[in-house]
């Protein structure tokens, strides 16, 4: 099941840009990208999404490769309440698709 | 506005009981999704329900179950409870279940 691949835990300094990368070498043209984050055991918070073109909301930034094989979020200013866990998720849209969390990325923001 | 709310917030039970839990999605979401998480890992799908019909399952045994009412919310339902069923389950609502899901708080179960 599992169609990305995120590094297991990453480090930003807080106010700096924090960038995690996704890699989804085997995504089909009808699926999307999706960004959620979960902080400490709470329920899983929807970030962004897309499909090939970037997309920027007041959260945070999502660029896709051209190939669409991997994709950056990207927050532009960390904070501590931004340290959470981040999950990547490919799934087509227009079908009735459970949403597939892998182990996701563990984003540390520090002082 | 209200989002995704699910009850009990904690529940503890023992082994070869029962529990149901329940969701409300948010208004005008007419799917509701339920997920188990266990400790470490992330949310692993359970059920899908749109319109009272079930529109996807996952990988779980017979002994979890789920329905949808009416007015859109849900329950979920496990019988014989296992150790192994101890964990976070969230519910998650979406307009008509295609769409972007937006997850509830989850309710904590701890089988002893």
Sequence with gaps: DAKTTQPTSMDCAE??????????????????????????????????????????????????????????LILPHATLRDTAVYYCIVRVVYNFNKFYFGSGTKLNVKP | DAGVTQS???????????????????????????YQQVLGQGPQFIFQYYEKEERGRGNFPDRFSARQFPNYSSELNVNALLLGDSALYLCASSVQGQETQYFGPGTRLLVL
Aim: proline letters at 5%; hydrophobic letters at 25%; glycine letters at 8%.
């Design chain 1, 15 to 72: 106010g700096r840009a924090a960038n995690l990368p996704c890699n989804h070498s085997t995504i089909s043209g009808n699926e999307y990208v999706y960004w959620y984050r979960q902080i400490h055991s709470q329920g899983p918070q929807y970030i962004i999404h897309g499909l090939k073109n970037n997309e920027t909301n007041e959260m945070a930034s999502l660029i896709i490769t051209e190939d669409r094989k991997s994709s950056t």
């Design chain 2, 8 to 34: 009990p917030t904690h529940l503890i039970k023992t082994r070869g009981q029962h529990v149901t839990l329940r969701c409300s999605p948010i208004s005008g979401h007419k799917s509701v999704s339920w």
